[in-house]
């Protein structure tokens, strides 16, 4: 049994890139699904779709490569896990690696990337983070 379905994703995306996988397969949650979509609104995932398997959910995910057939993800790190949650205020998520990356926000307003926890002044706990 899985315990943190998000470090799960994140891993599973991160293997299927170093493989170089079109698709990968998700355990589905609320929380991931929102984190998928973030990548996708990014541009680091091309899409997803949801699967149902009678009653269990999956998420879909078509990975995003370069011309030159590199993965657009070069790090996709989880860094808020089970044991040690991680919390910032909003002035201390404002750009992520000058901004090209992202860090993945768990609001009051639900899931943003850190562009739009922001833009909204509020913080967080920190998901991911993915450059």
């Known amino acids: 049994m899985v315990n943190d379905l998000v470090s799960d994703a994140l891993t599973r995306i991160r293997n299927a890139?170093?493989?170089k996988l079109?698709?990968?397969?998700l355990l589905h949650s609320k929380l991931v699904e929102a984190t998928v979509k973030i990548f996708q609104e990014k541009g680091y995932v091309e899409s997803f779709s949801i699967v149902e398997d009678g009653n269990k959910k999956?998420?879909?995910?078509?990975l995003k490569y370069n011309d030159n057939g590199t993965s657009v993800?070069?790090?996709?790190?989880?860094?808020?896990?089970?044991?040690?949650?991680?919390?910032k205020p909003a002035d201390e998520?404002?750009?992520?690696?000058?901004g090209?990356?992202?860090?993945?926000?768990?609001?009051?307003?639900?899931v943003l990337s850190n562009d739009a926890a922001f833009k909204e002044?509020?913080?967080g706990e920190v998901i991911c983070s993915i450059w």
């Open 17 to 19: 890139s170093m493989r």
């Open 100 to 110: 090209y990356g992202t860090i993945v926000v768990s609001t009051s307003k639900g």
């Open 58 to 62: 999956f998420i879909k995910v078509v």
């Open 73 to 87: 993800i070069s790090e996709l790190k989880k860094i808020s896990k089970p044991g040690r949650r991680v919390y």
């Open 22 to 25: 079109e698709v990968t397969t």
């Open 121 to 123: 002044g509020i913080g």
């Open 93 to 98: 998520i404002k750009r992520f690696k000058n």
